[in-house]
């Protein structure tokens, strides 16, 4: 049996692939007729229209946590909300929904609940001080489940937060365990949108790397398609339908090892009916993906090809990229026409996240 992402891939115009050309030429996620209506932003020139899904928020109390935790604040990447605020006025992003970027402050189990809500009412504060600006991804204390229920219904019933935030991996779960069940169900009651992010798990934090750019190059992606891999196949997406999951930097190695996927279900799809009923494909296509740190022309056409563009938002990865970066590498790189990129840019996130400001 042949895989449909396997048929997709080989009539994918070659040429196109690798150097992003496009026949629709190039386009923007600006188009001149979307100019006057919308807002001005006379510092770039760049109407702000973007909604950035990926932009992280970082307070003393959290890099005291990480240092706490693991002898070092590295990841964090704290930079003030004026510096935040002016990369956005920058690159054109009209709201920013908030997450942290690293998992070191939560690693320590005994001040995970504390550092959470601490956190989300950090970001909380930032939103009500900046009205129209920001969204919120409200961090959880998982894997304790009892602490992480709490902190969904403080979250989501007093702070009126967008979603969740949860890592691949932290306290030596996997993202999608059934381990996990409780948590799962009740962001699933809620319909809640779950947006993930890569960490380096204890068992790859291998040294060895440190010269070569660090285990960042390698683990974050590789993580996000341990998580996803454990997402599909132990049958949580089937169980709960409901929960709508944000893959970072597209998928981190998605793209290029799905095709395992597909060999692994076509072997032998009996043993995965229960987990996929629909297959493959029908529940990649319920996930959603960012563009953050992940825009080469290669890697946009690949989730093009895979996902689809409607399940396909912009995220910068602030403050480790840029807005401005990112939104100029994604239009040059001619891989979507113009109301592919609207979409991409606002479009898809807006149907998402409703309750978005204006």
Not at 18 to 35: D, E, I, N, V
Not at 224 to 234: D, G, N, P, V, Y
Request: aromatic share 8%; with cysteine.
């Amino acid at each position: 049996m042949t895989s449909p992402f396997f048929t997709n891939r080989i009539s994918t115009n070659r040429r196109a692939l690798l150097t992003g050309a496009s026949a629709l030429g190039a386009a923007t996620l600006l188009p001149s007729q979307q100019t006057k209506a919308a807002a001005s932003n006379k510092g770039s020139g760049r109407p702000l229209t973007l909604i950035d899904v990926h932009r992280h928020f970082a307070v003393p109390a959290v890099s005291a946590a990480a240092q706490a935790a693991t002898g070092s604040g590295t990841g964090t990447n704290t930079r003030s909300l004026d510096d935040l605020i002016a990369d956005m006025d920058k690159g054109g992003v009209k709201i920013g929904v908030l997450s942290t970027g690293t998992e070191a402050p939560f690693k320590n189990p005994a001040t995970q609940a504390d550092t959470c809500r601490k956190l989300n009412e950090e970001m909380a504060k930032a939103r009500a001080d900046h009205p129209g600006r920001f969204g919120i991804f409200a961090n959880i204390p998982a894997p304790n489940i009892d602490a992480a229920l709490k902190e969904i219904a403080y979250a989501f019933d007093t702070l009126k937060v967008d979603g969740v935030h949860m890592f691949s991996n932290i306290g030596g779960k996997w993202f999608g365990d059934p381990a996990l069940g409780p948590i799962y169900a009740e962001l699933n009651r809620r319909k809640a949108v779950i947006k993930t992010h890569p960490a380096v798990p204890e068992c790859c934090n291998f040294k060895t790397f440190d010269a070569l750019g660090g285990n960042g190059v390698v683990e974050l992606g590789t993580d996000s398609f341990r998580a996803i891999t454990m997402t599909l196949f132990s049958g949580t997406a089937n169980k709960y339908p409901d929960m709508k999951i944000i893959w970072s930097h597209l998928g981190g190695s998605l793209t290029s090892m799905a095709e395992r996927f597909y060999y692994t279900y076509d072997t032998d799809p009996k043993k995965w009916a229960q987990a996929m009923p629909q297959g493959v494909t029908h529940e990649l296509r319920k996930m959603y993906f960012d563009t953050a740190q992940a825009y080469s022309p290669i890697t946009l056409q690949g989730a093009k090809d895979l996902v689809g563009v409607d399940q396909l938002m912009f995220g910068t990865d602030y403050a480790f990229r840029t807005a401005k970066e990112t939104i100029e590498a994604i239009e040059a790189s001619h891989v979507f026409n113009a109301a592919e990129l609207s979409a991409i840019g606002s479009g898809n996130a807006r149907k998402l996240l409703p309750n978005l400001p204006a």
